[in-house]
Structures are given as C-alpha cells and as structure tokens.
T-cell receptor, first 114, second 114 residues
Framework: DADVTQTPRNRITKTGKRIMLECSQTKGHDRMYWYRQDPGLGLRLIYYSFDVKDINKGEISDGYSVSRQAQAKFSLSLESAIPNQTALYFC?????????????FGPGTRLLVL | AQSVTQLGSHVSVSEGALVLLRCNYSSSVPPYLFWYVQYPNQGLQLLLKYTSAATLVKGINGFEAEFKKSETSFHLTKPSAHMSDAAEYFCAVSGSGGYQKVTFGIGTKLQVIP
C-alpha cells in the first residue's frame, strides 16, 4: 500500500465551486505539505504543517485553505475555484529534524476548473 | 533567498548514451541539494541528495551527481541511458539551518530514443 495517498486522483469542477483535496499518510511523519505543479513552473509550495497545531502559508496560499485533522491527514480546500487553479496538486510528508530531509510525495490530484 | 536553475526543459538522448542534466543553484547559506524523479502519472521520488558529506553523491538506478561549490552546480549524470529513465527530473535546494523550505526547479523532461 502507498505511504502517501491522495483523493481524488482526478477532479473536474466549475468556477465558484468549493472543493477539497485530501491527503493521508502512514509514514508517521509530523511534517506535511501541499504543492501545485504547473508546466514550466515546477512545484510551488501552497501550505505546510509541522504538526496538528502548526500550519503555515507557503508562497502561493491565496485562494487556498488547509486543515490538519490529525497527524496523518492534511486537506487542501479551494473555497471558490477559479480556472487558473487548474493544476496538478501534490501532498508530501517529511520526517523533520534531519539534515536535508527527504520529502515523500503522493501520486497527485489532477484538477481542472472550468 | 535560494533558487535553482535547470538548463534545458527537454533533453533527448539515445539509449546507451550519457545522460547529463544540468542544475545550478543559488543559496545564501550552505545548501542541501536534491534530485527528484517523476515518472508519468506518479509523484516525485528522491533520486539522490547532497548534505555536505561527500561531494560525489550516488543515487538509485545508476545516477550520480557532483556538488561543485566553485561552479554552484549539481549536475546529474548517468553513463548509459535506459528506456526506463524517461521521466521528468527536478533539481531542488534547501538551506542547512533549521527549517528551510525546499525550492524546486522547473524540471527537465528526459526522452530516451531507442
């Protein structure tokens, strides 16, 4: 079974709709992240969380919100989706406290906003 | 501030030929450097990382990278390309003090020609 899972894997929605992307992990890591990937732009950090009570904005948090429901669960919400939020979204985890800690990625959610 | 520049968004090599993917970094503190690989319809996975130990770093699947401080480079190489190496490769940098977010390059798509 995958260590980091994301649901749904694909989603089509309309402008103005609220949607939630979910991430679960079985790695026991404290740190979790949400990124979006756009062609030619690489990965950009949306939000990150070091534990259930510690949530921080990344470089492109506008239009997004997150919830860390438990150590293993980190959800990303688009309150009112817009077409330029069409992208591939990745959840990742890391152990923390390690030099050059490795990030472990989920398989991604492909979102299309019409 | 930190950044990485990946030279060439698309690289094509013949099967059996040398693979060279270029990455230059900028960091105001001693960096940690990473190469991640993304196979089609999958999340990123760590290929190798530099954390200030040996400057020549060996990774999975026969890849290696050399940290050259004087050139601010961390190029990825593999002596002989295999068809299964076709993927997108991301160079990334983080700082070495406390939590330093990871900054990803835009990615290089490697095509292997039979």
């Amino acid at each position: 079974d995958a260590d980091v899972t994301q649901t749904p894997r694909n989603r089509i929605t309309k402008t103005g709709k609220r949607i939630m992307l979910e991430c679960s992990q079985t790695k026991g890591h404290d740190r979790m992240y949400w990124y979006r990937q756009d062609p030619g732009l690489g990965l950009r950090l949306i939000y990150y969380s070091f534990d259930v009570k510690d949530i921080n904005k990344g470089e492109i948090s506008d239009g997004y919100s997150v919830s860390r429901q438990a150590q293993a669960k980190f959800s990303l919400s688009l309150e009112s989706a817009i077409p330029n939020q069409t992208a591939l979204y990745f959840c990742a985890t890391s152990e923390g406290g390690i030099k050059g800690e490795t990030q472990y990625f989920g398989p991604g959610t492909r979102l299309l906003v019409l | 501030a930190q950044s990485v520049t990946q030279l060439g968004s698309h690289v094509s090599v013949s099967e059996g030929a040398l693979v060279l993917l270029r990455c230059n970094y900028s960091s105001s503190v001693p960096p940690y450097l990473f190469w991640y690989v993304q196979y089609p319809n999958q999340g990123l996975q760590l290929l190798l990382k530099y954390t200030s130990a040996a400057t020549l770093v060996k990774g999975i699947n026969g890849f290696e990278a050399e940290f050259k401080k004087s050139e601010t480079s961390f190029h990825l190489t593999k002596p002989s390309a295999h068809m299964s190496d076709a993927a997108e490769y991301f160079c990334a940098v983080s700082g070495s003090g406390g939590y330093q977010k990871v900054t990803f390059g835009i990615g290089t798509k490697l095509q292997v020609i039979p």
